[in-house]
């Protein structure tokens, strides 16, 4: 099948939903490319539109020697490698304004993460390179609020952004998801659920994140049944020994049966 690229990528058809996935931070050109060759081979066969997904930096971490990152234009170099060979959207997270320009060389979609999605500066920076700007619900938001941070994007000269519920934070270490938000930000613009940073347990006292990740067919089939326009899962070949979120990311392996059901579900929903 024709891989379709970004341009092409429709978010008014209910046939499929689109795919963001990749691990949470690049950790070298090896593990990057054996994970969106696997993730490409099984969205393909399912028809399931993809964009790779992988952080060039992590900047908000707990603790102070927390994995940050291989260095940032190594990283960015990867990501391009990526979207080249084989052929796919690439996304990445940006921090500071600077960040934005920087990064658009490299990849088709800026993400602003959900602790800085107010910070008006690094939206605007986002928006005025041109990309798909994915815009992440700040835990401490409403989902009527995030249209707020769309119109900083429009207002800037760019129609593309994505909104992407990553869940709402609930006392110090958990986060729900209120379905009720998705129709509300589906009204607003193209609505992504972030699967697995969804059940991220933030705040632990060892520094460390926690997370769910037993739950992490639950709340996909509840995305797909809710009519997201695209989910947000992160995966690793070994998510015990990933340097970032390890704790709720999906193992590699387990990625081609749950979207196979996913995709059924999909189907069936449709019918109604």
Known sequence: MDFPTLSRLSFTDKNNFFLISGPCAIEGEEMAMEIAEQILSVTQRLEIPFIFKGSFKKANRSRI?????????KALTILKKVGDTF?????????????AAKAAEYVD????PAFLVRQTDLVVAAAKTGKVVNLKKGQFMSPESMQFAVQKVKDSGNDQAWVTDR????????????????????????????????????????????????LIETIAR???????????IETHPNPS??????????????L?????????????????
């Open 65 to 73: 020697d927390s994995f940050t990152g291989i260095g940032d234009d």
């Open 87 to 99: 052929n796919v959207p690439t996304l990445t997270d940006i921090h500071e304004a600077a960040d």
């Open 109 to 112: 979609v800026l993400q602003i």
């Open 167 to 214: 869940g709402t934070q609930f006392g110090y270490t958990d986060l729900i998801v209120d379905f009720r938000g998705i129709p509300a930000m589906r009204s607003i613009a193209p609505t992504v659920l972030d699967v697995t940073h969804s059940l991220q347990q933030p705040n632990q006292n060892s520094g460390v994140t926690g997370g769910r990740p037993a």
């Open 222 to 232: 509840a995305g797909i049944v809710n009519h997201v326009n695209g989910l947000f």
């Open 241 to 254: 020994v990933a340097k970032s979120d390890g704790a709720n990311m999906l193992p590699l392996d387990q």
């Open 256 to 272: 081609e049966g749950l979207l196979g059901r996913l995709v059924a579900i999909r189907q069936v929903v449709n019918g109604f």
